[in-house]
């Protein structure tokens, strides 16, 4: 059974970094796209940012220069290192595999694989 755990939500203050981490279970994911995406309350889920393969990255207008993201593929995971962290930051964070695809992917629908989520929360 091919699971997406998440962790290292939580709160902080405007201004801050956290670091989620990502790890894939079932299979690994190495040769495959990898991306993270959020949800506001009461909004759509939104694309964040997405890994290749082979480690080209994009990013979201709204978080590049800021989020970083990578992946160790002998760790099967990937990360999303976010500073200067704003209020409007704050959602559920979801991070995702596309197991047809190896470049990077920003739309939503190509991924196959979804973890549960983690809670993000930039207070002013």
């Known amino acids: 059974q091919v699971q997406l755990v998440e962790s290292g939500g939580g709160l902080v203050q405007a201004g801050g970094s956290l670091r989620l981490s990502c790890a894939a279970s079932?299979?690994?994911?190495?040769?495959?796209?990898m991306g993270w995406f959020r949800q506001a309350p009461g909004k759509e889920r939104e694309f964040v940012a997405t890994?290749?393969?082979?480690?080209?990255?994009y990013y979201a207008d709204s978080v590049k220069g800021r989020f970083t993201i990578s992946r160790d593929n002998a760790k099967n995971t990937v990360y999303l290192q976010m500073n200067s962290l704003k209020p409007e930051d704050t959602a559920v964070y979801y991070c995702?595999?596309?197991?047809?695809?190896?470049?990077?992917?920003?739309?939503?629908?190509?991924?196959?694989?979804w973890g549960q989520g983690t809670q993000v929360t930039v207070s002013s």
């Open positions: 890994i290749s393969w082979n480690a080209i990255t």
């Open positions: 995702a595999a596309a197991s047809r695809f190896g470049t990077a992917q920003a739309m939503g629908g190509i991924y196959d694989y």
């Open positions: 079932g299979r690994t994911f190495s040769s495959n796209a």
